[in-house]
């Protein structure tokens, strides 16, 4: 039996507010619940299916050149990696106990405008590594 609706199931949310229309439902649906056993394996035989098809789309993704949203996203992360490596005196986030990350984390959170600043700062660098990522292997 399914459950009773309650007054929230009625109500129109925009989880994204300005984007588009299929950005704001991917984000409606990442907001369900955990799956259970056999939606879990339901997902699987899937993804077993698509395999051939989701791995030519990556090897055409990689040869692609990476767009501006991607390439930010890209330096964002790496700021932030630094901004981590700097605040763990060097460690990475595996060699720390749960409890340092989440602190770490939290202080990562306060620090959003010196990421950004820092992300801007390594776009050329990280540019740079992704056309030599797309560059032919030089064999020896």
Not at 118 to 139: C, F, G, I, T, W
């Given at each position: 039996?399914?459950?009773?609706?309650?007054?929230?199931?009625?109500?129109?949310?925009?989880?994204?507010?300005?984007?588009?229309?299929?950005?704001?439902?991917?984000?409606?649906?990442?907001?369900?619940?955990?799956?259970?056993?056999?939606?879990?394996?339901?997902?699987?035989?899937?993804?077993?299916?698509?395999?051939?098809?989701?791995?030519?789309?990556?090897?055409?993704?990689?040869?692609?050149?990476?767009?501006?949203?991607?390439?930010?996203?890209?330096?964002?992360?790496?700021?932030?990696?630094?901004?981590?490596?700097?605040?763990?005196?060097?460690?990475?986030?595996?060699?720390?106990?749960?409890?340092?990350?989440?602190?770490?984390?939290?202080?990562?959170?306060?620090?959003k405008g010196r990421i950004e600043k820092m992300?801007?700062?390594?776009?050329?660098?990280?540019?740079?590594?992704?056309?030599?990522?797309r560059q032919p292997k030089k064999e020896k």
């Amino acid at each position: 039996m399914a459950k009773p609706l309650s007054f929230k199931d009625f109500l129109t949310v925009d989880y994204t507010p300005g984007e588009d229309e299929l950005i704001s439902a991917n984000a409606k649906d990442r907001k369900h619940e955990a799956l259970n056993f056999q939606q879990r394996k339901a997902r699987a035989r899937v993804m077993r299916k698509n395999k051939a098809r989701i791995s030519m789309g990556r090897k055409r993704a990689q040869r692609r050149a990476a767009s501006p949203l991607k390439l930010l996203d890209r330096a964002k992360r790496l700021a932030r990696r630094t901004l981590f490596k700097k605040l763990s005196k060097g460690k990475s986030k595996d060699e720390l106990p749960f409890q340092r990350r989440q602190e770490i984390e939290k202080r990562l959170e306060k620090l959003k405008g010196r990421i950004e600043k820092m992300a801007r700062k390594n776009l050329p660098s990280v540019r740079k590594m992704d056309k030599e990522r797309r560059q032919p292997k030089k064999e020896k």
